[in-house]
């Protein structure tokens, strides 16, 4: 806190409770919070998701699940490269809640934006606020993001995310607005004493030189 | 500079604010910061 602060120090409350937000082990968070629209939204989608494909959380919708004071329209979502046959399965599951902004045409979606590495946009039925922005895994780092993932536990709900280094590193090398950057400060700040700076640096220099 | 706002000052506010919540976050329980959480994100969706 700066000395010239508007900001009093009395707005915080130093004892930590046992409902916390807190890793269980290395790869798992628990979080007992009160879901809003956008967590249940995000649930509703990765329930269907989860039983076709791996899948990783990234970028804006990670700061906000830990707290982050701002909303999005859009939640960025990797999946590993899955097969036609998959994807349509995936589609045709996800098409009795959801419907896809960019096409209605499955196979259109797969061959002319997914394998050419497009997202597609899928959201509620006639409600195209929020969307999850869907994609394949394609560069070196979306694959790590696939690989460090971190599992949030939510009661009996659960989500993945990718690690809370990469996301930083991401946010403050490459994206930069001051949304990231304000995000990146949020997550640096509540999980200061959880996060691996050496895996943080590493992040970060390997995006600085691409 | 512009004569009429002040763009370095105001980005520094932001981030002490953003500071202080995560604090806020880090300090008080998940219900506590998601309630607050909740009524902002819900009323914009």
């Known amino acids: ?210 | 500079m512009s004569k009429w706002f002040d763009k370095e000052k105001n980005r520094r506010e932001r981030l002490e604010f953003v500071r202080f919540w995560a604090n806020y976050v880090k300090t008080h329980s998940d219900q506590e910061w998601s309630k607050q959480q909740k009524e902002l994100i819900d009323s914009q969706l």
Do not use: W
Not at chain 1, 54 to 80: C, H, K, M, N, Q
Not at chain 1, 104 to 122: Q, V
Not at chain 1, 155 to 163: K, P, Q
């Open chain 1, 1 to 210: 806190m700066t000395k010239n602060s508007f900001i009093s120090k009395n707005h915080l409350n130093f004892n930590n409770t046992p409902e916390h937000m807190e890793f269980l082990d290395k790869h798992t968070i628990k979080l007992d919070k009160v879901l809003n629209k956008l967590d249940k939204f995000v649930l509703d989608f990765v329930k269907i998701l989860k039983k076709y494909s791996d899948y990783v959380i990234i970028s804006g919708y990670v700061s906000i699940l830990f707290g982050r004071s701002r909303a999005t329209e859009g939640i960025d979502l990797l999946v590993p490269k899955m097969n036609k046959k998959t994807f349509l399965k995936l589609f045709h599951d996800l098409n009795k809640k959801f419907e896809c902004i960019n096409s209605s045409k499955p196979d259109e979606l797969y061959n002319d934006y997914l394998l050419n590495n497009n997202a597609i946009r899928f959201s509620y039925r006639d409600k195209p606020i929020p969307n999850i922005e869907f994609k394949f895994a394609k560069t070196t780092m979306d694959y790590e993001a696939l690989k460090q993932k971190l599992y949030v536990k939510m009661g009996s709900r659960e989500l993945i995310i990718s690690s809370l280094e990469l996301q930083i590193a991401f946010k403050e090398e490459v994206l930069g607005s001051e949304k990231d950057i304000e995000d990146a400060l949020h997550i640096r700040t509540v999980f200061e004493k959880n996060l691996n700076k050496n895996k943080l640096e590493h992040y970060k220099k390997i995006l600085k030189n691409e």
